[in-house]
């Protein structure tokens, strides 16, 4: 076990022998519509994903927007009773990543934003996949767990 | 619930709000290989998005394609029975959308393309993934559901 | 079913009439994050896809790697024992496929990397997702079954 740990951290270790220059700047924008039937296991994946690219790049070099639709939106409602999604979100929020919610996807489901953690007017974009091509034109490049 | 509703459509109707060219012209490539176990529901969430894509950036500015390969070729098989799905797609049709359909999987799986519902000889392409990468040399983003 | 079969063989054929220039040289990267509860057969089919890819556009036209993180690296575990998935992986690497394993997986679950099948240092890169962003600023087009 002990030979295992140490192989594992000469792996992993190996990102600090990346030459410095390795990750150049980079704009992504993830694309999250759930991932049933256990939402809880997907939403943790994704926010601990971005957070391991974040680490990876460094948050000056990475600018993050995710783009809530469909499923994805409950996220934001589980978000209000579970402590560690919520903590996760504030988290990356504060590191610079945006999340931005589909307002069709609201209207469709009769959601309430203000039922929303942490979501406010100007999180709102008109649709979700419109926006995952807007993004894109721009410049972004595209992930999608 | 009057409150809701109004509340929902003050955010929904944000979209109203965007300035006249929040969107530039799109190319999009939606990339279809079905959403099992429930294929129908994800080609009804699939064809829903696609028509609020459209909505929101106008037909005249966005070029849709959407490539079906492995499970998603049964969106054409399902269609021949389901009126909603054949309606769906011969709207989406009619505003311009391409559906192209993966020869790779018309072979390993046996499927007739004349039992496919509106697929003709000429939307059929040879390789779906060959055909995502193309469309994307070409400038188009991806979009997978 | 002569004639569904002489039908079918006459739309994928359709191949064939592609004009010689159809195809522009791609460099693609595909997204494995695993595909369960049936991971096998998600596996099985992601590696078809990349072989139907490479016949298509021709090995010399299309440079692929494959970004495998989270659930995905569980192919490099069960190619230990699943011969199929073991020779798939061979055939691909020898027409010039890449097979890029995630760091962060590695040490959150705790996996030693030599219970991998054919996976080298130099196949393991820091962060998955962090990889996916990076090729894709180089040029390389995404693609996620």
């Not at 000469?10 to 022998?17: L, N, P, Q």
């Not at 939106?73 to 919610?101: P, Y």
């Amino acid at each position: 076990m002990i030979a295992l740990t140490v192989l594992a951290a000469s792996f992993s270790g190996r990102s600090m022998a990346e030459p410095a220059d390795y990750y150049k700047d980079q704009k992504v924008v993830y694309h999250n519509d759930g991932g049933g039937p256990d939402n809880v296991a997907y939403f943790k994946r994704l926010l601990n994903s971005i957070q391991n690219h974040i680490a990876a790049v460094g948050k000056d070099r990475v600018e993050i927007r995710v783009v809530d639709h469909s499923g994805g939106v409950e996220m934001f409602q589980i978000a209000k009773t579970d402590k560690e999604i919520a903590a996760r979100l504030d988290a990356l929020k504060a590191q610079g990543v945006r999340f931005l919610v589909c307002a069709n996807t609201l209207r469709e489901r009769n959601i309430d934003p203000s039922t929303l953690y942490g979501v406010t007017e100007r999180d709102i974009v008109p649709s979700g996949v419109a926006e995952l091509a807007r993004l894109q034109g721009m410049g972004f490049v595209y992930i999608h767990l």
